[in-house]
């Protein structure tokens, strides 16, 4: 019985139950496009904060979120934090000139299939921009945490 209680212990804790992420879950292992054509696994940044913000070039507030984000990106230092955009665009080249435009340097990635796309999906996204902040060991600890709140995390 504790050999069957170990195993479910730890599907529970592998896995996303009822299909979304939230706080206390450790993040998954995905792996998306980058905007240099890469294949990226949300897991290999961790070891640090990272910052997930789902956005689309179409959605006016992430647009102006974008803005945000260069600026905190910026000011903090990688090493501390990753910032990571998801984009659920359907067209991959509005994606690439909304980044070129909006002057994101920060790590760019993709899933094309709009809200119903697999990651938008596990996350729970319903609406743009939605962001996830993960502790360096991969644990979900905050949802659309504001500026301020990261910043503050950060720097203790």
Known sequence: MKKLFFIFFIIANTFI???QIK????LPAIKLKSSRNSDVNLTSFQGKYILI?????????????????????????????????????TDANKWLKAIEKDKIKF???????????N?????????????????????????????EEITKLIKK
């Open 53 to 89: 913000d789902f956005w689309a070039s179409w959605c006016g507030p992430c647009r102006l979120g974008n803005k945000k984000l260069v600026k905190l990106h910026s000011e903090i230092s990688p090493d501390k934090i990753e910032i990571i955009g998801i984009s659920i665009d």
């Open 107 to 117: 790590t760019q990635l993709i899933d094309p299939k709009g809200f119903d796309s």
């Open 23 to 26: 706080v206390g879950d450790k």
């Open 17 to 19: 139950v009822n299909g």
């Open 119 to 147: 990651t938008a999906v596990l996350f729970g996204v319903e609406e743009l921009p939605s962001k996830f902040l993960f502790s360096p060991e991969g644990i979900l600890i905050a949802t659309n945490p504001k500026e």
